[in-house]
């Protein structure tokens, strides 16, 4: 059975990106070390160091397939058809494209609805990780009680404004102590359970 995680780089007050949607400071440890770790697709190399390295690669081996939003599908134009990651793809839009240049591409699906993308996710997954997107995909599936995990790769910057991990006010939500703790150059990575699912139609 698939677990559903989000993750995301995340400032110290909650921010994932700035108001024009680029990152600033929140991915410069991507470049901070001189570990090498590939790309899927056509982006360039990232330069982790040893401990930011060993964490990247347990999750990119964890995910089965990835849940994200039109926002982000529209910035990276899809990645051209291929997860920097290396895994398929649920776009959760409204509105799929009509026409869109790598509309081919294996391992990229479209819903309109959150409970056919988490069942189209959950079904490429197996039993492996479905990673959710931040933002308004994340705040829904934590809404519907579908998220098993919240992980921050928390980088120790105020950005002030920009675009929230978690889009939505709603109830005071407990995490569990963190599962995993791995300080880093510039970086600290935590994952921290979510407590009390309700799952729907469990």
Known sequence: MATFVSSASTSLDGFVALPDDTPGPLFDWYDAGDVAVQNAGDLPDFHLTPA??????AWRASLGC???????F?????????HPLGVPFVVLTHSP????A????SGVEFATDLDDALG???AV?????VGVAAGQVATQVLAAGALDAVRVDLVPVFLGRGRRYFTADGPPLRLGDPSSV?????????SFPVRSLSRPGG
Not at 74 to 82: A, I, S, V, Y
């Open 74 to 82: 529209d910035l990276t134009d899809g990645w051209r058809g291929e």
């Open 102 to 105: 790598h509309a081919g591409s």
């Open 66 to 72: 990835l849940v994200v939003g039109r926002r982000l």
């Open 125 to 129: 997954a197996g039993d492996a990780v």
């Open 182 to 190: 791995v300080v880093a150059t510039g970086v600290t990575h935590l």
């Open 97 to 100: 494209p009509a026409a869109w």
């Open 120 to 122: 189209r996710a959950a």
């Open 52 to 57: 930011s390295a060993a964490h990247w690669h």
